[in-house]
């Protein structure tokens, strides 16, 4: 009976990482569209970058607060999203951002 009573806390365990990790992932990608949508071409990818250093910090404080049999899954998680940052922010074009600074935009 308590290898039952386990397994039914891990699996609810499980379920509740990966509500993480796709509610992270479609904040991401929803900041994405929304930068795409609404701001200049030269701004979308250091913009998008911003979006998903902030995701990955929220992951690192889930992680913190998070019991010991999931942490690594999201610490991974918190990485990934840092790594996807910046690329995200060495994709993009620093002399369209310096033209747009200088046109005071």
């Given at each position: ?95 369209q951002l310096a033209l747009i600074e200088r046109d005071?935009?």
């Amino acid at each position: 009976m308590a290898l039952n009573r386990d397994s039914e806390v891990s699996s609810a365990r499980w379920h509740g990482t990966a509500i993480a990790l796709t509610a992270t992932v479609v904040a991401a990608a929803a900041a994405f569209v929304t930068a795409l949508a609404l701001l200049p071409p030269a701004l979308v990818l250091p913009v998008t970058g911003a979006g998903l250093l902030a995701a990955a910090a929220t992951m690192a404080i889930i992680a913190w607060a998070s019991p010991f049999g999931v942490r690594l899954i999201f610490w991974d998680f918190a990485g990934l999203l840092a790594l996807f940052a910046l690329g995200a922010a060495l994709m993009g074009e620093p002399e369209q951002l310096a033209l747009i600074e200088r046109d005071g935009m």
